[in-house]
C-alpha cells in the first residue's frame, strides 16, 4: 500500500476557503455564523499574534461535518491573527488512508486536527472535539450548547497548548 508523508499530505491539501466552498449553502452559512461567536480573550489574542514560529494546521475532516464547521473556524481565526500560521485540508477518506496510521489512532473521530511546526513534527492531535466536551459522558446534555458554539473557547485553548510546545 503506497503511504504520505505528513508533509505531502499537507501539501496535497486545500485551504480552508476552498474546503468551505464544497459545502452546501447552508453548510458555508454556519462559518460566518460560528466565526462571530469566537470571543477569545484580548490577552489570547496578543498571545496568539506574537507567536513568532511558523506553526502548520493540517486538518482532515469535510465541510459537512459540525465539529469541522465549529473548530476548523477557530484555526481559520488564528491564522488570521498571525500570518506564521497556515492551513492545510486534506478529505476524511484520505485521513482515513494516510493520516490515521501515520498518527497511530486506531479508531479516530472526525475532524483529526494536527499541529505542527515548521519542519512538520508533530505537536499535538486535535480529535473530533475539545477535550472538556469529550469529558462529558453523555454528549447529548451539552450538544445544543456545543454546537452553538460555547465550546470553541476551549477548543483555542486546546490548540494554543499545543502550539506552545514549538521550539
Known sequence: MRTMTIKELFDVGVSFESS???????ERDRIPKNYSRINL?????????E????INFLISG???????????TVLK??????????????????????????LGLE??????????????NILGIFNERPKPVRAFSNFDDIKLDYYKGKYLLDAAYEFLEMINKAK
Open 20 to 26: 468551505v466552498g464544497e459545502g452546501t449553502r447552508s
Open 51 to 54: 507567536i513568532n514560529k511558523e
Open 62 to 72: 469535510e465541510i459537512w461535518c459540525p465539529d469541522y464547521q465549529l473548530n476548523a
Open 107 to 120: 479508531d479516530p473521530k472526525w475532524p483529526i486536527i494536527t499541529v505542527l511546526d515548521k519542519d512538520f
Open 41 to 49: 480573550p484580548d490577552e489570547m489574542i496578543l498571545n496568539i499574534s
Open 77 to 102: 481565526k488564528f491564522t488570521e491573527l498571525n500570518s506564521n500560521f497556515n492551513i492545510s485540508v486534506i478529505s476524511m477518506a484520505r485521513g482515513k488512508k494516510f493520516l490515521a496510521p501515520l
